[in-house]
């Protein structure tokens, strides 16, 4: 009898004591599919993450083109494209007493050689600078041309060395012979011929026969 009771109160004690021991929580299941619903990342609330520590690398746009606007054409006067050059010549003017020639020693300024005739002359036809020369040419004549070939020099005077010359035959020698001296001073002028508008003269004044080219042994 006494065992009986005694394995009944074991029976009842370890009935008490697992009665007292709580038993874990049923998980909830609904807990648990929204936490792990919370933990997906849908497409329409994803958002893409930039790491600030790397450097952002822009293109910067091309810079727009400048108009260049082409240099202006660079002008030259005259006066710089052929460099002149100084020459020595010999003009013969006649002596104030209207007798005789006399050789004046100038310096000239051209531009090419084939120039040097027109500026020689271009001297006897101004007054000279000397006290003892005088001119012998009318004030208002012109050359219109001095042209160069195979040894004879074509001077071509305006109209007016006919109208306007109003000297004797002294005269119009010494104004032939002056030209004939002066351009013969160049080793390669032989001869000159004397034209008036461009046509060929018989006379100047009706004392000297021009019809040919005076020669520098005429003189």
Same mark, same amino acid.
Request: hydrophobic share 35%.
């Given at each position: 009898?006494?065992?009986?009771?005694?394995?009944?109160?074991?029976?009842?004690?370890?009935?008490?004591?697992?009665g007292c021991q709580e038993l874990p929580p049923t998980p909830n299941t609904q807990n648990y599919e929204q936490k792990a619903e919370s933990n997906?990342? $849908?497409?329409?609330?994803?958002? =893409?993450?930039? @790491?600030?520590?790397? +450097?952002?690398? %822009?293109?910067? +746009?091309?810079? *727009?083109?400048?108009?260049? !606007?082409? !240099? +202006? *054409?660079?002008?030259?006067?005259?006066? %710089?494209?052929?460099?002149?050059?100084?020459?020595?010549?010999?003009?013969?003017?006649? @002596?104030?007493?209207?007798?005789?020639?006399?050789?004046?020693?100038?310096?000239? !300024?051209?531009?090419? @050689?084939?120039?040097?005739?027109?500026?020689?002359?271009?001297?006897?036809?101004?007054? *000279?600078?000397?006290?003892?020369? %005088?001119?012998?040419?009318?004030?208002?004549?012109?050359?219109? =041309?001095?042209?160069?070939?195979? #040894?004879?020099?074509?001077?071509?005077?305006?109209?007016?060395?006919?109208?306007?010359?109003? #000297?004797? =035959?002294? #005269?119009?020698e010494l104004l032939v012979n002056s030209v004939v001296k002066t351009l013969t001073e160049f080793p390669e002028v032989q001869q000159v011929r004397?034209?008036? @508008?461009?046509?060929?003269?018989?006379?100047?004044?009706? $004392?000297?026969?021009?019809?040919? *080219?005076?020669?520098? =042994?005429?003189?």
């Amino acid at each position: 009898m006494n065992r009986k009771i005694l394995i009944l109160a074991i029976v009842t004690f370890s009935l008490a004591v697992c009665g007292c021991q709580e038993l874990p929580p049923t998980p909830n299941t609904q807990n648990y599919e929204q936490k792990a619903e919370s933990n997906l990342v $849908h497409p329409e609330n994803k958002t =893409s993450k930039i @790491d600030n520590t790397l +450097p952002i690398t %822009t293109t910067p +746009p091309p810079e *727009p083109k400048k108009n260049i !606007e082409p !240099e +202006p *054409p660079k002008v030259v006067s005259p006066a %710089t494209q052929t460099e002149k050059q100084k020459i020595k010549v010999t003009a013969y003017f006649p @002596d104030d007493a209207g007798i005789n020639l006399v050789a004046v020693k100038r310096t000239i !300024e051209i531009k090419d @050689d084939a120039e040097k005739y027109l500026a020689v002359l271009n001297l006897l036809i101004n007054s *000279p600078t000397e006290k003892d020369l %005088t001119a012998i040419f009318p004030k208002n004549t012109k050359i219109n =041309s001095v042209n160069f070939k195979d #040894g004879t020099a074509f001077v071509d005077f305006d109209k007016n060395i006919t109208k306007s010359f109003a #000297g004797g =035959s002294t #005269g119009e020698e010494l104004l032939v012979n002056s030209v004939v001296k002066t351009l013969t001073e160049f080793p390669e002028v032989q001869q000159v011929r004397f034209l008036v @508008d461009g046509k060929e003269i018989e006379t100047l004044s009706g $004392h000297m026969d021009l019809s040919e *080219p005076i020669k520098k =042994s005429d003189v």
